[in-house]
Antibody
Framework: EVQLVESGGDLVQPGRSLRLSCTTSGFTFGDYAISWVRQAPGKGLEWVGFIRRIVHGGTAEYAASVKDRFTISRDDSQNIAHLQMSSLKTEDTAVYYC??????????WGQGTLVTVSS | HLVLTQSPSASAPLGASVKLTCTLSSGHSRYGIAWHQQQPEMGPRFLMKLDSDGSHYKGDGIPDRFSGSSSGAERYLTISSLQSEDEADYYCQTWDTGIQVFGGGTKLTVL
């Protein structure tokens, strides 16, 4: 069974940092890109970024709203991806989902982890 | 500029069929998309990938009641024999080099 499990969500003050993890199982992790998507309370889905497969360079791309503040990484030996968030703003408050991507198409989702940015 | 446009809401009676639309921005009519369902208080679930020629493949366990089709820049999700559990938000998603994009979502109400 394919599984993606997010962890690390928390209440954090504006300006601070937080790292989310996406632990996966049930598929060959290295064959897929990993995306991060967020959903603010009562709002729609917003793409945050993705990291390519290692064979495609393992590089990451980001939405303009998080570029230069967020960093996505992956560890194929552990089947895990991370989202490092810095300089957090109140508008970053959301449920964060990791997802498996196949040539751009998201085809599996995690259950999400809540990040609240508030003083 | 790659954009997906969805109507904010739709409704149909229990047992009926409904067709949801996702429109690709100008110049992107040959792009494929994915449809995702988000039931209340749940995470999203992948329904299907839909190509510009209407061919589609569905995720594991997605009922036959869900189907996809395409016409020009429009991508459709048709749900037949509506059930109460189909009441949910439906999002389309597409991609290009270095970017993934979501539509604003359609809230489907089953009457």
């Amino acid at each position: 069974e394919v599984q993606l499990v997010e962890s690390g969500g928390d209440l954090v003050q504006p300006g601070r940092s937080l790292r989310l993890s996406c632990t996966t199982s049930g598929f060959t992790f290295g064959d897929y890109a990993i995306s991060w998507v967020r959903q603010a309370p009562g709002k729609g889905l917003e793409w945050v970024g993705f990291i390519r497969r290692i064979v495609h360079g393992g590089t990451a791309e980001y939405a303009a709203s998080v570029k230069d503040r967020f960093t996505i990484s992956r560890d194929d030996s552990q089947n895990i991806a991370h989202l490092q968030m810095s300089s957090l703003k109140t508008e970053d408050t959301a449920v964060y989902y990791c997802a498996r991507s196949n040539s751009g198409c998201i085809d599996q989702w995690g259950q999400g982890t809540l990040v609240t940015v508030s003083s | 500029h790659l954009v997906l446009t969805q109507s904010p809401s739709a409704s149909a009676p229990l047992g009926a069929s409904v067709k949801l639309t996702c429109t690709l921005s100008s110049g992107h009519s040959r792009y494929g998309i994915a449809w995702h369902q988000q039931q209340p208080e749940m995470g999203p679930r992948f329904l299907m990938k839909l190509d510009s020629d209407g061919s589609h493949y569905k995720g594991d366990g997605i009922p036959d009641r869900f189907s996809g089709s395409s016409s020009g820049a429009e991508r459709y999700l048709t749900i037949s024999s509506l059930q109460s559990e189909d009441e949910a938000d439906y999002y389309c998603q597409t991609w290009d080099t270095g970017i993934q994009v979501f539509g604003g979502g359609t809230k489907l109400t089953v009457l």
